[in-house]
C-alpha cells in the first residue's frame, strides 16, 4: 500500500490523476486535501467519491496544524494546488503569494517533520518565461525550447509565485536532503477543466453561441498536453525520478491560439465569425516550448495523446457534460469573470 496525498485533488489536474491513480494502481491509498476555492469542485470526483482507497479533506494548505495531521503516515505527496490562471493574477496577486508560496512552504515543512518518502512538486513551464516568436508551421528543428537548464525569469504574478515555490521545494532538498522532485509541465486540456482557461472557454462559448475572446493577434504560441499524458509525467516523476531533480513535460504540439480556436470550431461544426480580436492581456508572453527529452530518457515517458486526437476527445466530453459545465458557468465566480472581462 502506498499512501498518497495530493493537494488540489478538486481542481482540473488533480481529480484526473485521483482518478488515474485509482484506475491504475489497486494499491493506492489517497487522501485530497483541497480548500474547494472557485476552481475546486467534487462534482469532478462522483464517480470515485466511494472508493475505499480515496478520501477527501477540506483544508487549506496554509493551515500548519491541518496540514501537519493529514502528512502523518503519507508515503508521497503529489502538491498540485495552486492558484492557477494567469488572467486572475494580473487583477488580485495576493491569493497567489499566500497559496502557492506560503501554502508550499507550509506543505514542506510539515512532509520534512513527518519524514515521508517523497514530495513531488507541480509547477509550470511558465517559470521560464517567454520564448521569441516563431511559426509553430515552418518546422525549423533548430528553434530554441525551454530545458530544464533555462534560467529562471517568470513574468506574471502567477508564473513568479509558481516560480518562488519552485526554488522553496528544491531548497528544501539542498538545505534540508528531503527527497524533492519539481515537474514542469505546458498548458493542458482535458475533462474537468475550469471554462476560465482558453480551451473550454472556447468550446463552452461556442456551445453557447458566444463571442469568442481572442486576445491581441492571436499569434501567441503555447505548447499544449493532454492531462492524461501529465497525469503519467506526474507519476513517472514520482516512481522514477532523481531526487532534486527538475523534470519538463510537454505535449509535442505548438499551436497558435488562433489555430487552437479554429480546430476547436471545425470539430465543432461551428462558423469561425464569432472570433473577436480583444484587448491583449498585459504582459503576455510569446510562445512557449518544451524540450522534454530528460523526461524521455531518465523516466522513460512521452506524450502518448496527439493533438487532433486530444481535441477530439475534450470536446466530446464537453458535449457529454453540459451539466458540469452549465453549473459552473452559472456560478458566482463566473459573474465575477464577466464582470472583470466582459
Ligand atoms: P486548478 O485551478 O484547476 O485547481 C487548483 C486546485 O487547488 C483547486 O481544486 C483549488 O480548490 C485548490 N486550491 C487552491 N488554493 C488552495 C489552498 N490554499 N489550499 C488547498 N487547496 C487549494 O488548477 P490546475 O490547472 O488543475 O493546476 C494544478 C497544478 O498544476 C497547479 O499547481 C498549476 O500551477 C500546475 N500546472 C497547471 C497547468 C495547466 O495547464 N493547467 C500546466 C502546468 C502546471
Ligand atoms: O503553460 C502552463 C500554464 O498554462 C499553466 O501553468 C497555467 O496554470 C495555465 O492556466 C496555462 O496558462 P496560460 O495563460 O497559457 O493559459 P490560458 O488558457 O489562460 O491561455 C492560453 C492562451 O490563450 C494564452 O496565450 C492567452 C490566450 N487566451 C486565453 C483566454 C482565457 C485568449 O486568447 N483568450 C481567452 O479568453
Known sequence: MTRYLVTGGAGFIGSNLIRHLLETRPTAEIVNVDALTYAGNLESLTDVADDPRYTFLRADICDAEAVAAVMDGTDVVLH?????HVDRSIVSDAPFVRTNVLGTQTLLAAALAAGVDRFVHVSTDEV???????????????????TEETPIAPRSPYSAS??????????????????????????????????????????THALEDRVLPVYGDGLYVRDWIHVLDHCRGILAAADRGGAG?????????EK???????????????????????????GHDRRYAIDFSRAAEELGWTPQVGFEDGMQDTVRWYLENPTWWERVKSGAYWEWMKEQYG
Open 80 to 84: 498540485l494546488a495552486a492558484e492557477s
Open 128 to 146: 521560464y518565461g517567454e520564448l521569441p516568436w516563431r511559426d509553430p508551421d515552418d518546422g525549423d528543428p533548430s528553434a530554441p525550447m525551454f
Open 162 to 203: 509558481k516560480a518562488a515555490s519552485d526554488h522553496l521545494a528544491l531548497a528544501y532538498h539542498h538545505t534540508h536532503g528531503m527527497d524533492v522532485v519539481v515537474t514542469r509541465c505546458s498548458n493542458n486540456y482535458g475533462p474537468y477543466q475550469f471554462p476560465e482557461k482558453l480551451i473550454p472557454l472556447m468550446i
Open 245 to 253: 531533480r527538475v523534470y519538463n513535460f510537454g505535449g509535442d504540439a
Open 256 to 282: 497558435t491560439n488562433l489555430a487552437v480556436v479554429t480546430t476547436l470550431l471545425a470539430i465543432l461544426g461551428k462558423p469561425t465569425d464569432r472570433i473577436e480580436h480583444v484587448k491583449d492581456r498585459p
